[in-house]
């Protein structure tokens, strides 16, 4: 059984204390567990804090979870200063004996056949299970407290994780937190097809470039379609040809250099999602919000922050997908769903990152509130999740069923999931 049972399923049941009374260590000193302390999923003792009665005196400190007490020695943990304060070291096996080096453990309880087998043959039909997730036929059961609680849990998880992975991209460009805003507002137009192209147009503009010429639609337009590496060709139309003439000038004017026309991706995308086409939108945004990152900061509804994104592409663009190819005329207005799918994976993450960095904490809680207020997003995950019944109201509860598919379910961490550990504790 010791060569089956993982280390986390160990960890599982001591944290849930699912293991059989009284118990007792391997040197028959009775054990009462007043706390089993707290989960440390960073370097050291699997649980820390905890308070624990051996034999006669009570003990305060670390317990470390391993399938065999030999584990210690094999994970060097008797040269590891991390360790010295462990005070239960919790085996399946003890295989050991007293042969520990430094730094032994107070006690040792070996759990094996001290915990309902039933529990750990229910886990492993969770992880054989080739369903869409683990617990599919299961998860009906888990009670509506636990689904609201641990969805918010997971939502700021998932925040925290954009968090982290924002925090590396701000330190990359010189803690100018305005600057990658611009960025990942770029990248959600090209979603992922086109996020790369994108990311690599607004960083071949100097933002006070682009801040500078705001108040002019046609040199913002110009300076985003020439520097897209679109206006390098012979047009017919009026329209591109301004545009070439004006990105000419400001080209030589700023010392430029676009990135390669290749790179941008239109196959199997629908026409409204052409690069062209999102180029124009953003070029929009630009010129009709004087200080983009300023006025974000100071809204406070997102009824105001969707109405900033209420915008449809210059007039050429109504009757255009490419330059000097006509198409049956549609104001290229942005679309809704695009708006809060790039609030949701763009805006509202730096809104929150702001607020953390600025320690303006109103600005964190107000980007969570934001996503409360949003709808829920659309796709294949969610779509899944409904038909199980989780809830998918507003982007809050959405952006947390993504996470939960995709950090826990798809790799089976039953054990980490609050879902998992009702269903296996009934």
């Not at 080739?130 to 617990?135: E, L, N, R, S, V």
């Not at 641990?150 to 100018?176: G, H, T, W, Y």
């Not at 005329?329 to 993450?349: F, W």
Request: hydrophobic share 40%; charged share 25%; aromatic share 12%.
């Amino acid at each position: 059984m010791n060569n089956k049972v993982p280390e986390s399923f160990l960890c599982y049941l001591w944290k849930f204390q699912l293991v059989n009374f009284p118990l007792v260590s391997v040197d028959n000193k009775s054990i009462i567990v007043k706390n089993p302390g707290i989960r440390n999923t960073d370097g050291g003792p699997d649980f820390s804090n905890a308070l624990i009665k051996i034999g006669e005196t009570i003990w305060a400190g670390n317990v470390e979870i391993h399938c065999k007490s030999s584990d210690w020695i094999k994970h060097n943990h008797h040269h590891d200063r991390k360790y010295e304060n462990v005070i239960l070291h919790v085996v399946l096996e003890d295989d050991l004996g007293p042969n520990y080096e430094s730094f032994k453990p107070v006690a040792v309880l070996e759990l094996k056949n001290r915990f309902d087998f039933k529990i750990y043959s229910k886990y492993q039909g969770f992880i054989q299970n080739k369903g869409w997730i683990a617990c599919e036929n299961y998860i009906h059961q888990v009670k509506e407290l636990t689904k609201v609680h641990f969805l918010q849990r997971i939502a700021i998880e998932r925040i925290e994780r954009k968090f982290n992975l924002l925090s590396v991209e701000l330190i990359k460009n010189k803690s100018d937190i305005e600057q990658l805003f611009y960025i990942q507002l770029f990248r959600s137009f090209g979603f992922k097809t086109n996020a790369t192209p994108f990311e690599m147009l607004i960083k071949s503009i100097p933002l006070m470039v682009l801040i500078k010429h705001k108040d002019e639609l046609l040199k913002i337009e110009a300076l985003l379609f020439g520097q897209a590496g679109m206006l390098d060709q012979d047009f017919k139309d009026d329209y591109p040809n301004k545009l070439k003439t004006e990105y000419a000038f400001l080209k030589h004017k700023y010392a430029l250099s676009p990135i390669q026309v290749h790179l941008w991706q239109y196959l199997r995308l629908r026409p409204s999602n052409f690069p062209t086409i999102r180029i124009a939108q953003l070029s929009v945004i630009l010129h009709q919000n004087t200080s983009l990152f300023s006025q974000i900061i100071e809204v406070e509804s997102t009824a105001e922050l969707l109405h900033m994104f209420d915008i449809s592409a210059s007039k050429y663009w109504d009757t255009h997908y490419h330059f000097d190819k006509t198409s049956k005329k549609k104001i290229k207005k942005l679309g809704d769903k695009a708006v809060e799918s790039m609030l949701i994976n763009s805006v509202i993450p730096i809104l929150f990152i702001y607020g953390y960095r600025t320690i303006k904490p109103e600005q964190s809680d107000k980007a969570l509130n934001f996503l409360e207020t949003l709808k829920g997003e659309n796709n294949a995950i969610i779509r899944q999740w409904e038909h199980l019944s989780l809830p998918t109201n507003n982007a809050l509860q959405t952006q947390a069923l993504i996470e939960l598919k995709t950090q826990y379910c798809d790799f089976k961490k039953c054990l980490e999931c609050e879902f998992g550990c009702e269903l296996l504790n009934k």
